[in-house]
């Protein structure tokens, strides 16, 4: 489930047959509007083999450029966090973190979407879009066709960002819904740092 969490947040894939340049452009001008973005997330992944969907519950923080601190709170702990140059996802429960460079597979991952959408979406995506009530509907498809996704879905409503959906190629769909979405307040540089506690493992990923 860890795994699947943080893969979700960084790999991506496949494509539709058509695509909507001004959906695209109305996203990312919608998505331009936030420098900073504060919320409460409750992530759902419902699966074939399942009854009940895996619920992980937690906090993102994101600062424009290429800063970002997703931190898993429930049922377990887990920390993913870019300072702009390092990404770092660390697991308090094994006392191990891993860490790369923020390179362009990197900056391109759906995690960056929020971060730099104009270089992202412009070369990573084609997007079409739908109005349901006051909400406005954008469905993503992934260029690379390398990733085990095959599509996300982002809903914005009255300048905030309601929910992320993404369905896979196994049939699993995960819905991230936020709650308490705050944008353009200042956030402590602190909550970008990672310093690993003492008697953590550390592994770089290649």
Same mark, same amino acid.
């Given at each position: 489930?860890?795994?699947?969490?943080?893969?979700?947040?960084?790999?991506?894939?496949?494509?539709?047959?058509?695509?909507?340049?001004?959906?695209? $452009? =109305?996203? @990312?001008?919608?998505? &331009?509007?936030?420098?900073?973005?504060?919320?409460?997330? %409750? +992530?759902? *992944? #419902?699966?074939?083999?399942?009854?009940?969907?895996?619920?992980?519950?937690?906090?993102?923080?994101?600062?424009?450029?290429?800063?970002?601190?997703?931190?898993?709170?429930?049922?377990?702990? $887990? =920390?993913? @966090?870019?300072?702009? &140059?390092?990404?770092?996802?660390?697991?308090?429960?094994? %006392? +191990?973190? *891993? #860490?790369?460079?923020?390179?362009?597979?990197?900056?391109?991952?759906?995690?960056?979407?929020?971060?730099?959408?104009?270089?992202?979406?412009?070369?990573?995506?084609?997007?079409?879009?739908?109005?349901?009530?006051?909400?406005?509907?954008?469905?993503?498809?992934?260029?690379?066709?390398?990733?085990?996704?095959?599509?996300?879905?982002?809903?914005?409503?009255?300048?905030?960002?309601?929910?992320?959906?993404?369905?896979?190629?196994?049939?699993?769909?995960?819905?991230?819904?936020?709650?308490?979405?705050?944008?353009?307040?200042?956030?402590?540089?602190?909550?970008?740092?990672?310093?690993?506690?003492?008697?953590?493992?550390?592994?770089?990923?290649?």
């Amino acid at each position: 489930m860890k795994q699947l969490l943080v893969s979700l947040l960084f790999v991506c894939t496949a494509l539709p047959a058509f695509a909507d340049e001004a959906a695209k $452009q =109305q996203l @990312i001008e919608s998505l &331009e509007k936030f420098t900073t973005v504060k919320a409460r997330f %409750e +992530q759902k *992944t #419902y699966s074939e083999s399942s009854a009940s969907p895996d619920v992980v519950e937690g906090t993102l923080k994101i600062e424009k450029p290429l800063k970002f601190a997703w931190v898993v709170t429930a049922p377990y702990e $887990q =920390q993913v @966090i870019s300072d702009g &140059e390092t990404l770092w996802v660390y697991d308090p429960d094994l %006392e +191990q973190a *891993t #860490y790369q460079p923020v390179n362009e597979q990197v900056q391109h991952s759906p995690a960056m979407i929020l971060s730099q959408p104009r270089l992202t979406l412009g070369s990573e995506y084609q997007v079409i879009s739908a109005s349901v009530e006051n909400s406005e509907v954008y469905r993503l498809f992934p260029l690379n066709d390398q990733s085990v996704f095959s599509d996300m879905e982002m809903t914005l409503s009255n300048g905030t960002i309601e929910n992320i959906v993404v369905n896979d190629s196994l049939g699993q769909r995960t819905v991230i819904s936020f709650e308490g979405f705050i944008a353009n307040e200042s956030i402590d540089a602190s909550v970008f740092e990672f310093n690993p506690p003492p008697g953590t493992d550390l592994f770089e990923q290649m």
